[in-house]
């Protein structure tokens, strides 16, 4: 009875984001109208903010973002003050106007309601102008993060001290800047009905081989879930053996070692909201081996995983880095 109830639930769900999706022109250009629409998408919603303002003289204009979640400043001087540039000039549009003189940010012009919903959500900026029929969407986002930092699981003593964080732009740049390339490929996938979490795949073109890319992306792409709260999620679905008591999906939040995967032709998934990144394919000798190992002689490194393979991981499980169980600085902590 209650798989009954929660399958007729997420049907339900699924007409409502149905009845959004459409052209916005089916509204009609009033911006009364469209506004009416959006409040009722957004019923409930306290934190979802609706602001009229008047653009390059009487011309009404409401501003729709999510409180908290765009810059305030690039509001401020983006927007409002856009109309001082062209004060006694004559264009075709407001919009033109504003796509003239906004600087930041990316802008994208859509006449979809689920795009503006989405954009919204995503911690755009919704322009709906009066007497138009499109609305522009500019990427103001700015979400509370952490600062970057050595991760606590995965301590070294040689090595660089930055970790991911949970802000999935702050992590692709630690990538970009560690491999400055044009053939470091990172596709973009959403996946969660009701998350709508970014999930990224990155992989150096060349390296990587196609049919394990291809692979990837399909697994990714299939996935059918209501939300995302973690990279662990992706792991469940895209695992070989789900009852199997091993590892088979690599994890790391340091960019140092996805960078190293990477060179060696494996994959990376980045998820949006998790610090966790994962790597594939995974084999017996990447279980064995820690960050520290990197930057270590071969010949240490050698001894370290003939240690770990035969036992010695016992030894090594408070710090990852060394044999010395008894004087462990981080025994029984």
Known sequence: MKLLMGSSRRNKRILELQSLSGPIVTMGEDIDTKRLLLERTFAHCSDVVFRTVSLFGSNQAVLVYVDGMIDPHGLLQGVLDSERIFEGKELLSIAEKLEQTLTIGRMHVTNMADELVKGVLDGGLAIV???????????????????????????????????????????????????????????????????????????????????????????????????????????????????????????????????????????????????????????????????????????????????????????????????????CKFRDT
Not at 167 to 185: D, P
Not at 234 to 251: A, H, L
Not at 274 to 297: C, G, R
């Open 129 to 327: 102008l009066d007497g138009a029929q499109n609305v522009l969407i500019v990427g103001m986002e700015k979400f509370p993060s952490r600062n970057v930092e050595e991760p606590e699981a995965e301590p070294v003593v040689r090595g660089p001290r930055e970790g991911f964080i949970e802000e999935i732009k702050t992590n692709t740049i630690l990538l970009r800047k560690r491999l400055r390339t044009s053939r470091l490929k990172i596709e973009s996938f959403t996946l969660g009905e009701l998350s709508q979490t970014k999930v990224l795949v990155a992989y150096i073109s060349g390296i990587a081989t196609d049919s394990v890319v291809k692979e990837v992306r399909e697994r990714v792409s299939t996935i059918k879930i209501d939300g995302v709260i973690d990279s662990g999620y992706i792991e469940e679905f895209i695992e070989d053996m789900p009852f199997s008591p091993f590892p088979q999906v690599q994890n790391t939040e340091r960019p140092d070692v996805v960078m190293a995967n990477l060179l060696e032709g494996k994959i990376a998934i980045l998820v949006d909201g998790s610090p966790n990144v994962l790597i594939v394919p995974m084999t017996f000798w990447s279980a064995l081996q820690n960050a520290e190992d990197y930057y270590s002689q071969h010949c240490g490194c050698a001894c370290y995983w003939a240690g770990r393979g035969t036992g010695g991981s016992r030894f090594c499980a408070n710090c990852h880095c060394c044999l010395d169980y008894r004087n």
